[in-house]
Nanobody, 122 residues
Framework: VQLVESGGELVQAAGSLRLSCAAS????????MGWFRQAPGKEREFVAA????????YVADSVKGRFTISRDNAKQTVYLQMNRLQPEDTAVYLC????????????????WGQGTQVTVSS
């Protein structure tokens, strides 16, 4: 399973970014895909998850209302739309995948990408 994230960059506070995660090597249409982030010196934090066959989503309270997760099954890609970005959103954002047999809020994932850096300047 390969997960490749893209879209991270330097952005000013209040700006927007859309991250992408392209998946290969597994059945994408029956998976859970998640986004996590890790800031320097901090624990990895769950951000959002989506069940690719139903489109059901679960978003962390810390970003709810600003971040949206979506997927394109034909492209085997998951997106994280991030709006009204704040400096505290600065982190490496990682994509993860697993079989759909856990609750969406469960943070156990089997496969991980390398991450993409998002930096929000004030």
């Amino acid at each position: 399973v390969q997960l490749v994230e893209s879209g991270g960059e330097l952005v000013q506070a209040a700006g927007s970014l859309r991250l992408s995660c392209a998946a290969s090597g597994r059945t994408f249409s029956n998976s859970d895909m998640g986004w996590f982030r890790q800031a320097p010196g901090k624990e990895r934090e769950f951000v959002a998850a989506i069940r690719t066959n139903t489109g059901s989503t679960y978003v962390a309270d810390s970003v709810k209302g600003r971040f949206t997760i979506s997927r394109d099954n034909a492209k085997q890609t998951v997106y994280l739309q991030m709006n009204r970005l704040q400096p505290e959103d600065t982190a490496v954002y990682l994509c993860a995948a697993r079989n759909s047999r856990f609750l969406l809020r469960d943070v156990r994932y089997a496969y991980w990408g390398q991450g993409t850096q998002v930096t929000v300047s004030s």
